[in-house]
Structures are given as structure tokens and as C-alpha cells.
């Protein structure tokens, strides 16, 4: 089972599939975390590209081009391999991202954001949580954090369409994509995930 996260900055997503992870693999089920941008060597490498705040003449369509070069990449490596072993793959965010980021709020298309992630749409998650959080409350939990990425610093604006673009995928994928309170306690939103995925298992 493949399952992936997805939100906007200060969710806690991070945090709720370490917990989600241990839990499952409590259950006695074989479970790998693994993230992107990123995910495998070659795959972090890009990551640092990416989120480089340096890199601030990184184009729409370059973004676009190396976040999916970077899942390819942790597709085969990490992805892949996991499924056919019969593991349980949690995702810290996947194809959902790139549609939300650079298919909405770069304003790319959701269509050509499709194309160049051709390869990942052959490995579309099961299940997708989606927390929901209005951007200004995530950006004000993540005000102190030391490392702010080339993402991070982008204006509460630009957070606001991607919320938007999310809401457009929820409608766009009702049956893949659940919907997460993030005004929630990340314990009660650890309860739903495991029951849903319980449900399942
Ligand atoms: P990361 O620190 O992993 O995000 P977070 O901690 O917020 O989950 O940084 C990844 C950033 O890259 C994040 O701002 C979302 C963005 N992103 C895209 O724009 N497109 C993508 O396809 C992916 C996977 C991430």
C-alpha cells in the first residue's frame, strides 16, 4: 500500500508519519518512510537544488522539471522496490505537491504538471492524506524554525493558492484524497489516519 501526505508549511506531517510508522510497524506490518523532494541519494541531491534559497532564479518550468526528476528517481530506487517487497510506503508529500505548487500556484497547469510527472502517474498512491490548514496559522508555527527553505520564504500569497490548488485536487480525486483538519491536535489527527488505515489493512 502506497500512502502519501500532503499539506502546506507547519502542518505537522513530518511528525505524524513518524508516529504513524512506528505505530503500523507495531502491528507487526513492514512500513519504510521516506520523503520528497528527496528520498534517495541522488534524490536529495536535487532536493538541495531545489529548496536552495540561493537558487532564487530557479524558473517555474525548472522547478517543475526537478521535482519530477527527482521523484523518477526515488520511484525506481525507493518506491518500487518497497511496493514489490510488500511494504507499506508512507510519503512525506508526492505527485499532489507538484500539482498544488507548480500546477496552481505557479500557475503551470494541473495538464502539464500531469505530462512531465508521466512516470509517477504510473505509481499513483492508494491513499492520500491531505491536511487542511489555513496558511498564515502554518507559517506562523514555523516563524522560529532556523533553516527556511526557498519554498518557506514565498509570501503568504503564494500559500494561499496553493490551499487552493489542494481544495481543486480534493474535488478532482474524491476517493484518493482524504481531508485532515490541521486546526486538530496532531494526536487526534494520528487517531483518524490509523483508523482509516486500519479500515484498510
Ligand atoms: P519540505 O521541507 O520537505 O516541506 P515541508 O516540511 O513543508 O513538508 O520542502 C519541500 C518544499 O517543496 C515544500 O515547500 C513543498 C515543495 N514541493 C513542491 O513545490 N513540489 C513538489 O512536487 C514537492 C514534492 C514539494
Not at 529548496?51 to 521523484?71: F, M
Amino acid at each position: 500500500m502506497f500512502i502519501t501526505f500532503e499539506g502546506g508549511e507547519g502542518t505537522g506531517k513530518t511528525t505524524i508519519i513518524k508516529t504513524i510508522s512506528r505505530r503500523i510497524e507495531e502491528l507487526g506490518h513492514k512500513v519504510i518512510t521516506t520523503r520528497e523532494p528527496g528520498g534517495s541519494i541522488v534524490a536529495e541531491q536535487i532536493r538541495n537544488v531545489i529548496l536552495d534559497p540561493n537558487n532564487d532564479s530557479i524558473k517555474a518550468h525548472t522547478e517543475a522539471l526537478l521535482y519530477a526528476a527527482s521523484r523518477a528517481q526515488h520511484i525506481d530506487e525507493v518506491i518500487k522496490p518497497a511496493l514489490e517487497d510488500e511494504r507499506i510506503v508512507l510519503c512525506d508529500r508526492y505527485l499532489d505537491s507538484s500539482l498544488a505548487y507548480q500546477g496552481y500556484a505557479r500557475g503551470l497547469g494541473y495538464d502539464y504538471v500531469l505530462k512531465v510527472n508521466d512516470y509517477a502517474t504510473k505509481f499513483l498512491p492508494d491513499l492520500t492524506f491531505y491536511i487542511d490548514l489555513d496558511p498564515q496559522i502554518g507559517l506562523d508555527r514555523i516563524v522560529n524554525r532556523v533553516q527556511k527553505d526557498r519554498l518557506d520564504l514565498e509570501e503568504v500569497s503564494f500559500h494561499q493558492l496553493v490551499r487552493k490548488g489542494y481544495l481543486d485536487l480534493v474535488n478532482m480525486y474524491p476517493k484518493r484524497i482524504i481531508v485532515l483538519d490541521g486546526t486538530q491536535t496532531i494526536e487526534e489527527i494520528i487517531t483518524i489516519v490509523l483508523n482509516k488505515i486500519s479500515e484498510i489493512l
